[in-house]
């Protein structure tokens, strides 16, 4: 059974910091491109980060580019994403997805996870 697992949610304040956590398993991960999506309420799910299965591209929105890092550790099956300088738009809930390959819209995504929350407090 594929899982994808967040974790690393919560509430902090604008111009914090948080951290989420991808662990994956059911299947070899290490060929896949991984990456971020998030949803805010009332808005359509959309993308916000990706990183190609060696971990040598990464791809970003525009919205988060320069603030946010994504990156994997294919030894631990786990990818992650890094969140600097938090604004209370970033308030959404983010899923952790792989990818078909590109590009990286939700139609490329065959597993996401079950999303966790992030709440940016002005």
């Known amino acids: 059974q594929v899982q994808l697992v967040e974790s690393g949610g919560g509430l902090v304040q604008a111009g914090g910091s948080l951290r989420l956590s991808c662990i994956a398993s059911?299947?070899?991960?290490?060929?896949?491109?991984m990456g971020w999506f998030r949803q805010a309420p009332g808005k359509e799910r959309e993308f916000v980060a990706a990183v190609t299965w060696s971990g040598g591209k990464t791809d970003y929105s525009a919205s988060v580019k320069g603030r946010f890092a994504i990156d994997r550790d294919i030894t631990k099956n786990t990818v992650y994403l890094q969140m600097n300088s938090l604004k209370p738009e970033d308030t959404a809930v983010y899923y952790c997805t792989s990818f078909r390959g590109p590009p990286y819209n939700p139609t490329s995504v065959d597993y996401w996870g079950q999303g966790t929350q992030v709440t940016v407090s002005s």
């Open positions: 059911g299947r070899d991960f290490s060929r896949y491109d």
